[in-house]
Nanobody
């Protein structure tokens, strides 16, 4: 069984930064793709970023390019999302997701591709 636990959310002013963490049990053995999604109230979850565990390929939604950076520490079974220059529009619940498939380019942002989900962490950007 694979368990995902998110942490690092909180309240930050516009222009500030946060770093989210996703700790996974044995993803180096079972997982090929790890992604971050976010969900606004009453909306479906939207893809933010993903990373391919084997080769380090990364993908970002256009709304966060140049501001967010996804990274990994395979020794710690952890994926991070560094969020800079935060905007009020970034306010959402952020979820970590993992898949035992290589989800490149046109597939990484599709909800149904993922096998495991964390419980979410709230990010609020407000003055």
């Amino acid at each position: 069984q694979v368990q995902l636990v998110e942490s690092g959310g909180g309240l930050v002013q516009p222009g500030g930064s946060l770093r989210l963490s996703c700790a996974a049990s044995r993803f180096t053995l079972d997982i090929y793709t790890i992604a971050w999604f976010r969900q606004y109230p009453g909306k479906d979850r939207e893809g933010v970023s993903c990373i391919i565990s084997s080769d380090g390929s990364t993908y970002y939604d256009d709304s966060v390019k140049g501001r967010f950076t996804i990274s990994r520490d395979n020794a710690k079974n952890t994926v991070y999302l560094q969020m800079n220059s935060l905007k009020p529009e970034d306010t959402a619940v952020y979820y970590c997701a993992a898949a035992d498939a290589l989800l490149y380019e046109s597939r990484w942002y599709r909800l149904w591709e993922y096998d495991y989900w964390g419980q979410g962490t709230q990010v609020t950007v407000s003055s």
